[in-house]
């Protein structure tokens, strides 16, 4: 690693009296500033943006996201034109995505949650490529948070099915949200669906068919969750299922534009540990465990 003379300067100001620069702290030299690292001149720099971009727990997100991400836990000058620069030269992305605006339509009135898990919206993406047995992903979003929970299903379940998904994967979590939101599928118009969460005290809230765009907050997180799956499966379009829980975890993981907060933040309070660092040299030293490690995230 090459010199830094700004790094030199700021850690000379700093230990020669802390008073100056009171932000800033030297911890066994390294240069901290309200918790995030410095990071000086050279190769270490793309290696940070790289991780918190290119990475599975990262997502391959666009520039917004990715400028969060590392500023939560990293700075140095001009950091923000050095991640917009490799974000717009990302081959992956230029070749895997496609713009995720706005769904059409007119938007139905909708009622406004004041906390976590209170109204939530559900769809699916179907007729995908069979992976490990699945073909479509049920997509059910918290409008608060954000928070996402993506579940693999074989096919499009039936009502009593999607019930017991349901329990499994939402209400163990989060217990019975005051609405859903949902579009007019079969599965969410049924009789079966209707009792199950009268039996819970939950109002569905169905898209009439001159406003077919009521979820469209579904809408969008399937269309960034189709992009994460484009990304990390090009070569590999029937192994998406093994990337779903890394994605829900990226997706959750990410700031977002109309709150300028996390979903998983604004539901836990805290920023999970993701995993998305620089390479170090402390690693495992056993194979087995090494290689376990890896498969799980890749």
Known sequence: MGRDPQLEMLLGVV????????HLQDQDGVLVRRGQVYVPVGALRLEVIRAHHDEPMAGHFGRFKTVQLITR??????????????CDSCAVCQQSKTPVGRPRG?????????RPWQIISMDFISDLPKSGG???????????????????CSTIPAAPTLALLFTKHIYR???APE???????PQFVSRFWKHFHECLGT??????????QTDGQSERVNGLLEQYLRCFCLDQPTAWVKWLPVAEFAYNNAVHTSSQHTPFELTY????????????????????????GNGCIA
Do not use: E
């Open 173 to 175: 979590l989060h217990g």
């Open 73 to 86: 836990s990293y700075w140095w000058p001009k950091m923000r034109q050095d991640i917009l620069r490799f």
């Open 179 to 185: 609405v859903i939101i949902s579009d007019r599928a």
């Open 15 to 22: 230990r020669g009296n802390r008073t100056i620069l009171p």
């Open 106 to 114: 007119l938007l139905s009135s909708l009622p406004v949650p004041d």
């Open 269 to 292: 309070g805290f920023h999970p540990r993701g995993g998305v660092a620089p390479s170090t040299n402390v690693v495992s030293s056993d194979p087995v465990y090494r290689s376990y």
């Open 203 to 212: 109002k569905l809230n169905v898209s009439s068919a001159f406003h077919p």
């Open 134 to 152: 699945y073909t479509c992903i049920w997509v059910v979003v918290d409008l608060f948070s954000k928070l996402a929970h993506f579940i693999p």
